[in-house]
């Protein structure tokens, strides 16, 4: 009799843990501290000078060297983060295109995702914002997220993150979702 491989069990494992309640922590919600979370390196010097941390070296959220930061916890393998991939990807652009990529930088933390995953990920949906890989799943269960994809619009203006906004769960549309960041955050175009 075979043994279930390796790249199945762990898929499996991981979806049965997030889909039992009481094993995660609670959510951060607005208003509240989001933990300083000790991040993977980036995987490369590009999005290391985008995200102004130290290439090839671990970083935590209040290294990025912006304002606000909206991270979206996902994961390669989520049909869901897979469907909202090009909205991510409109919301970025839309945030260079208004003038607010230096007050306001993405970040996309892979769950349980190898380097390889997110790679593939990048390549296929034309992400053009930073995956940091999240493989063991310490990040989020620290964080208390217990789904993908979710979203936070964090300050970083403070001694530690600040959550400003939360959407667990798809978009509705990338425009409505930019617009209720950019009034979470008070930030207007620039350009």
């Known amino acids: 009799m075979r043994k279930p491989a390796r ?4 898929p499996i494992l991981f979806l049965l843990f997030w889909s039992q309640p009481g094993l995660s ?15 993977s390196p980036p995987s490369t010097a590009e999005d290391a000078a985008y995200l102004g941390v130290k290439p090839s070296q671990p970083f935590t959220l209040s290294d990025v060297g912006s304002d606000f930061l909206l991270l ?3 994961s390669a393998l989520c049909p869901h983060c897979q469907a909202d991939a090009p909205h991510m990807n409109e919301v970025f652009a839309a945030i260079q295109e208004q003038g607010l990529g230096k007050q306001l930088k993405v970040l996309a933390l892979g769950v349980n995702n190898t380097e ?4 593939l990920y990048r390549n296929k949906y034309g992400v053009p914002f930073p995956l940091i890989m999240d493989e063991e799943m310490a990040a989020v ?4 997220v217990s789904g993908t994809p979710t979203y936070f619009l964090l300050d970083l203006r403070g001694r530690s993150p600040q959550v400003l906004h939360v ?7 990338p425009k409505k979702f930019l617009s209720n960041i950019r009034a979470a955050a008070g930030l207007e175009k620039t350009k």
């Open 167 to 173: 959407l667990e769960g798809r978009m509705d549309s």
């Open 72 to 74: 979206e916890v996902m």
């Open 141 to 144: 269960t620290q964080a208390g």
């Open 25 to 39: 922590r609670a959510l951060p919600a607005e208003g509240q501290e989001f933990p300083d979370l000790r991040m």
């Open 7 to 10: 790249g199945i069990l762990i």
């Open 116 to 119: 390889f995953e997110l790679t």
